[in-house]
């Protein structure tokens, strides 16, 4: 069976389905809500480097190796060198920046009845630690995460807790915006990602059919089912997604910060504009 076919298995919870809302928000975390990727910093500074790291993404894009597994061996490298969950928590909440314009984004959904539901092929608990640098430790406790897990050992070693074990991407993404597709009368879904690395996009080895199979878990799988897509900019000029998107004539909104989107998701959902509208003007 084709990997976009297989239907993985969850091994962990997700949040509820947010049916009877009329607007929905699910965002990428790293390179989307963060600016820059906290597991290749991990792995950068505090596993096997960031030149492994480089050679790891190439196994996987010429298809020797899956991402699920070339992440955990880039986290195991991690934990090879001595660093506890805590102090890799602690690492990123000093080294990883957030968008600026999130806390306020938040808040405003936050009082405007629109969940927000963040999509990551990260780590949960470190998420959560580098959110509530933002928005203080009460409200990252409370903000929906769809990503994996980790198993924490009692000598200190832990290991990254895949949700979808079977499914070659250890996470796939597409799974936490299908069952809205579903409904009878389902939200307005707004997503918000930036695509896979950077890495894989520069990579000149880059065919299409690997690229494709790249696509089917990431972001790309899941903006194909949103309804109003923004795609971050990225200061490199590197977007991988805005690239894909394009080339697949999937409409879709560039923005910078979440403080320009936020005009635009106040736009629609204040019935000023529609969202067919919004998509048609591409930028914020
Ligand atoms: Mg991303």
Request: with cysteine; charged share 25%; proline share 4%.
């Amino acid at each position: 069976m084709a990997l976009a076919d297989a239907i993985p298995e969850s091994m962990l919870p997700y949040p509820p389905v947010y049916k009877d809302k009329k607007f929905v928000v699910l965002s990428d975390w790293d390179g989307t809500i963060t600016t820059q990727d906290s597991n290749d910093y991990m792995t950068d500074n505090l596993g096997f480097g960031k030149d492994k790291r480089r050679a790891g993404n190439l196994e996987i894009l010429a298809g020797r190796q899956t991402f699920r597994d070339g992440f955990r061996e880039m986290l195991e490298s991690i934990v090879a060198n001595g660093y506890t969950l805590d102090a890799c928590k602690e690492e990123l909440r000093k080294n990883i920046k957030l968008d600026s314009g999130f806390k306020d984004f938040h808040a405003w959904c936050r009082a405007h009845d629109v969940p927000v539901v963040i999509v990551s092929s990260g780590m949960a608990p470190v998420i959560r630690a580098v959110l509530g640098n933002l928005v203080g430790d009460s409200i990252a406790n409370s903000i929906d995460i769809i990503a994996n897990d980790v198993e924490e050992r009692e000598d200190g070693t832990w290991a990254i807790k895949f949700r979808h074990p079977s499914s070659g991407f250890g996470h796939d993404k597409s799974r936490a915006i299908l069952p809205y597709k579903d409904l009878e009368s389902p939200p307005l879904l707004f997503f918000f990602g930036d695509g896979v690395s950077g890495a894989f996009f520069a990579s000149p080895s880059l065919q299409i059919s690997a690229f494709t199979q790249l696509c089917t878990g990431t972001d790309m799988s899941a903006a194909r089912h949103a309804d109003v897509l923004f795609v971050k900019q990225k200061g490199d000029g590197e977007n991988d997604l805005a690239v894909y998107c394009t080339r697949e004539g999937i409409p879709h909104i560039i923005f910078s910060d979440f403080s320009e989107a936020l005009g635009v998701v106040k736009s629609v959902v204040s019935g000023e504009k529609t969202a067919r509208e919004v998509l048609a003007k591409g930028r914020c």
